[in-house]
């Protein structure tokens, strides 16, 4: 929800037939694939710095269990891996709209799953304790 409404608000990166543009109706600015994948990397770093946050606390909630490190080190360590992981979806959704011309929606899909993987693996061997 946060990178659809910077990418419709601030950066815009969302194409007439974006799922979000559709159902809502919200009226984009045309803008060409380059714009367009620059925008969304953009988008993508922003809804991280808040969403991250959000992650961190209901894994502490209701997911993992603390105590494998200090918890100035855990913090550390999941922004860490949660921003290598959204490197490299943001990286691969960058060169799906650049290259392929790919739907934002559909690239940006692509990065949530990217970034789905690697969390979970990382925290639950390394960060957490279980």
């Given amino acids: 929800m946060?990178?659809?409404l910077v990418a419709w608000k601030l950066f815009p990166a969302l194409q007439e037939h974006d799922h979000a543009v559709q159902f809502f109706k919200l009226?984009?600015?045309k803008i060409n694939d380059a714009q367009r994948a620059r925008n969304s990397m953009i988008?993508?770093?922003?809804a991280f710095l808040i969403a991250n946050l959000v992650?961190?606390?209901t894994n502490i909630l209701w997911v993992f269990q603390r105590g494998r490190h200090p918890i100035v080190i855990e913090i550390l360590l999941f922004y860490a891996v949660?921003?290598?992981s959204v490197f490299i979806g943001t990286i691969l959704m960058g060169v799906l709209i650049k290259r392929f011309g790919m739907l934002t929606t559909y690239a940006f899909a692509s990065n949530i799953v990217t970034a789905v993987l690697i969390n979970y693996a990382v925290r639950k061997y390394f960060?957490?304790?279980g």
């Fill in 2 to 4: 946060i990178f659809h």
């Fill in 27 to 29: 009226p984009i600015r």
């Fill in 43 to 46: 988008s993508n770093t922003m």
């Fill in 55 to 57: 992650a961190y606390i």
């Fill in 82 to 84: 949660s921003g290598l």
């Fill in 127 to 129: 960060i957490f304790q």
